[in-house]
């Protein structure tokens, strides 16, 4: 396969988890397309600089996530901590009217923290988590691309909440 054709298949494949990934943080489909070309040329730019293959999702999800907040900072610093989360019907573009500023603050540290203890998981929950809810893959296959049992791969799931629940129950119990 030619370098074009494996980046567009590369481009394909992790389209769905970048532009989400965006657009929970800066909450303007404008803004996230722009920034969905910046994440594709980063990756473009940087592949040979990725140590490990297996963790490619990640390295995608952490450029993505990083370019959405750099953009966020640079158009109000005073205003970002992080990005928020956002349910599916806001993705799609139906707007809660209870979304108040102090709420949105709310969302944003509680995604900071959030997506701090993701990072924090070990190597193999943190892939298996990132390409069950971002990727939106079943476990089979996750299995077959990571070349572990369909028992393997829930395992590292249900170990990968359990750490999260237990690394974020602190915070998410004082609010």
């Not at 298949?9 to 989400?20: A, D, I, N, S």
């Not at 943080?25 to 803004?31: E, L, N, T, W, Y």
């Not at 500023?101 to 203890?117: D, G, N, Q, W």
């Amino acid at each position: 396969m030619h370098s074009e054709e494996a980046f567009c298949t590369l481009t394909e494949k992790y389209r769905k988890l970048v532009y989400q990934t965006i657009f929970r943080i800066v909450r303007d489909r404008d803004d996230a397309d722009d920034i969905f070309q910046e994440v594709f040329l980063e990756v473009y730019r940087s592949v040979h600089h990725l140590r490990n293959e297996n963790d490619l999702s990640g390295w995608i999800f952490k450029i993505s996530y990083n370019k959405a907040l750099c953009f966020l900072r640079k158009r109000n610093p005073a205003k970002v901590h992080a990005g928020s989360l956002l349910s599916n019907t806001e993705l799609d573009g139906k707007h809660s009217d209870r979304q108040t500023p102090v709420r949105m603050l709310e969302e944003k540290e509680a995604s900071l923290i959030l997506f701090t203890a993701i990072d924090r998981l070990p190597d193999m929950q943190r892939k298996v988590l990132m390409m069950h809810k971002f990727e939106e893959l079943s476990h089979r296959e996750i299995g077959e691309m990571l070349n572990l049992t369909r028992a393997s791969v829930e395992s590292l799931i249900y170990r990968a909440k359990y750490n999260l629940k237990k690394s974020l129950h602190s915070y998410f119990s004082s609010i």
